[in-house]
């Protein structure tokens, strides 16, 4: 029996820079058209009737790049919430966003922070942004509060589950991801959503991000459809953990 449409997406957006090279493009250019590709996905995503879509759009590790090209991301990601996100919102989107969002400049902070608050009452597919995100400083920040309430003596040791763990990570109250897409070949999760993509399946294609278009997402769901989810069992299980 195939796998019905994932609820959960999540994408590593990967390849802005060498696609642009290739073209004879300035890299800046490659995120230029990388956003292109983040809207019609979303448009997809919603069509397929996905619930949860995460993209990778900034990791803790990028903020060591040059700091001309981190300043024209964050100009880049501030335009795109001034001309794109009414439109988002009034299509029944829930904006959301994970990471350690106190690292970016205040006043993407504030845009971010209102597009939440905006479209929190959505019933439509979540939209989450992962930027200054860290999978790992995510676990520590789990562990942390939870320690913390362990002290205080409103969580009990014993009573530590994964559930529990989970309910104190930035995705508390969504799925996991049944499907992690990576673009540009590369072979690796770099430090995304470590926790939650324990049992998730892995999609890699050779296109870089600006190349990811409709097509190509459509070929990552069909590939899903055709997996066998055993977790852990001798039987396959369609359509998620059982």
Known sequence: MANPIPQHVAIIMDGNGRWAKRQGLLRVQGHEVGVQRVEEIIK????????YLTLYAFSKENWRRPKDEVEFLMGLLSSYLDKKIDALIKNNCVFNVIGEIEDLPSELQKKLVRAMEVSRSNTGLVVTFALSYSG???????????????????????????????????????????????????????NFLLWQISYAELYITQKFWPEFTRDEFEKALEDYKKRERRFGDTCAVSGGKT
Not at 44 to 51: F, N, V, Y
């Open 136 to 190: 790992r400083r995510e676990i520590l920040r789990a562990c942390r509060k939870i320690a913390e309430k362990t002290v205080e003596g409103s969580l009990k040791p014993a009573n530590i589950t994964e559930d529990v763990f989970s309910g104190n990570l930035y995705t508390a109250g969504m799925p996991d991801p049944e499907l992690l897409i990576r673009t540009s070949g590369e072979l690796r999760v770099s």
């Open 44 to 51: 997809a995503a919603q069509e397929k009737g996905i619930r």
